[in-house]
């Protein structure tokens, strides 16, 4: 009987250790949905299949398709959006509008829950991405972003639809402040697809059509 009870212990002790951390993250990520309003979404096809930029100022390259990051990244990975954006979607999708919004990948590991920041982008040319950074940033936008403008001309002429934009990371709460575009490559090995500054595919890179 003694054996058998110190058996259940060993068990009950194992099990405490392989399930606690799971137990920790996953709590993490529930309270990190609560604080923020965040809520379980579908994002559409074309984002998925679509490539993305991953630095806001003057981005080297091309990474994706989406789908293909969220395969990497490993982990249970949920979409999301905050409650408000949702609805603003939803408003803007009534008036017959496509507008630019934020979604967040969550990534849940035994070791930690982050969140991956991501803009969606609906326009179909390069035009179109600068003419949205243009209303909101004004004059300013043509030094900012007038390079990366013509860049991504070359890529949509190329087969490549920019459809995302990968803003930031966040972990342990707090947001890294190292850019996405080296961040990836290094935690993941997960390379660019189309080298932006020579406006050219790399390696055996797929195009969406």
């Given amino acids: 009987m003694l054996k058998r009870l110190c058996l259940a212990a060993s068990m009950l002790m194992l099990a405490t250790l392989i399930f606690s951390p799971s ?11 609560q604080e923020n309003g965040l809520l379980t979404y579908a994002p559409p ?40 954006e949702l609805k603003r979607i939803e408003q803007a999708s009534a008036a017959g509008e496509n507008p630019e919004y934020t979604l967040f ?10 969140y991956w920041v991501f803009v969606v982008l609906p326009h179909e040319n390069g035009q179109a991405w600068f003419d949205a950074r ?9 030094d900012y972003y007038g390079k990366t403008r013509s860049e991504l001309e070359t ?15 966040i972990e342990k709460g707090d947001t890294c402040l190292q850019a996405p575009e080296g961040l990836i490559m290094s935690r ?4 660019p697809v189309f ?11 797929g195009q969406t059509k």
């Fill in 45 to 84: 096809a074309w984002f998925l299949q679509g490539y993305f930029i991953a630095r806001e100022k003057n981005p080297a390259y091309l990474f994706g398709p989406v789908q293909d990051f969220v395969q990497a990244v490993g982990g249970k990975t949920t979409w999301l959006v905050e409650d408000e």
């Fill in 195 to 205: 080298d932006l500054s020579n406006g050219r595919p790399l390696g055996s890179a």
């Fill in 155 to 169: 890529a949509f002429s190329k087969g490549f639809k920019v459809k995302a934009e990968l803003r930031f990371l």
């Fill in 23 to 33: 137990a920790v993250t996953g709590e993490a990520g529930k309270n990190f949905r």
């Fill in 134 to 142: 243009r209303a909101y940033h004004g004059r300013k936008a043509e």
């Fill in 188 to 191: 993941y090995k997960f390379q």
């Fill in 105 to 114: 990948l969550e990534v849940v590991s035994p070791e930690t829950t982050e």
